[in-house]
């Protein structure tokens, strides 16, 4: 069994598969020791992988390291299922990278978009030669909505809601249609401009936010939150094989 662990800016995921099914999942702010240990105890896990964006959390490390046949952390140098075509691979998000393993794995030898609605929105391509060609990043939706909070000096925090698109009668209505639709052409746009340039495009989406913008576009999209947690699974797999 494999042992997959995501450490994000806000939360840390941890799941176990067994093959490409995962067995247990859960979401956390931060791993504290106890809990590697429990997951150690419960299940025969042989292999890991970490991904994460903090500072290393040494005493983690060291039981991955110490307490496992193979222990992988994730970082630019290493192998990767599909040949990386990204120029600065050192400023290179591993979600980004985890996401194009997983799409390039439901959707073998095609050109598949990658939709991530999380803190930011990353918009990321693989295509039908196997190759990671990068993308944009802008921010997610809080990140909107919060900057228009802290950079104004009246204008209010808003929650994500549901909204008409235009015109808002009032400052709540106007920033939340303001955002929302923003993020919704945004997208739309992204959608219609590649479809152009790429021969049947396939659409994957993740992120916090997913579940809340596949509704309102009409394309045909894939949508799987645990997207990144099997990219990386696949990640370990495709470096255990290369022992």
């Not at 997959?4 to 247990?24: M, T």
């Not at 929105?121 to 909505?145: E, H, V, W």
């Not at 997913?210 to 699974?233: C, P, T, Y």
Request: proline share 4%; charged share 20%.
């Amino acid at each position: 069994m494999n042992l997959v662990i995501d450490i994000g800016n806000s939360q840390a995921k941890l799941a176990v598969f067994d093959g490409s099914e995962i067995l247990h999942s859960i979401s956390l702010p931060v791993i504290e020791p106890a809990t590697l240990r429990e997951l150690l105890n419960r299940f025969p896990i042989n292999n890991a992988i970490l991904s994460t964006v903090r500072k290393d959390d040494q005493e983690l490390i060291s039981l991955l390291a110490e307490g496992l046949v193979f222990f992988l952390q994730l970082d630019a140098h290493t192998p990767l299922p599909f040949e990386n075509l990204y120029k600065t691979r050192e400023t290179l998000g591993m979600d980004r990278l985890a996401a194009a393993a997983a799409a390039g794995d439901v959707y073998p030898g095609k050109n598949v978009l990658i939709i991530d609605l999380g803190s930011a929105i990353t918009i990321d391509m693989i295509n039908d030669r196997n190759q990671y060609l990068g993308g944009n990043i802008s921010p997610g939706m809080k990140m909107r909505f919060s900057a228009l909070n802290h950079f104004t000096a009246n204008l209010p925090l808003i929650e994500p809601g549901e909204t008409d698109d235009f015109p808002g009668q009032t400052s709540t209505d106007a920033i939340r249609a303001g955002v929302i639709s923003g993020i919704f052409f945004e997208l739309q746009e992204y959608l219609n401009l590649l479809s152009m340039r790429y021969n049947d495009l396939k659409v994957v989406m993740t992120g916090g936010d997913a579940d809340f913008f596949v509704r309102k576009l009409k394309n045909h999209i894939f949508v799987d939150s645990n997207l990144i947690l099997k990219g990386l699974n696949r990640i370990l797999a495709h470096n255990e094989k290369l022992r």
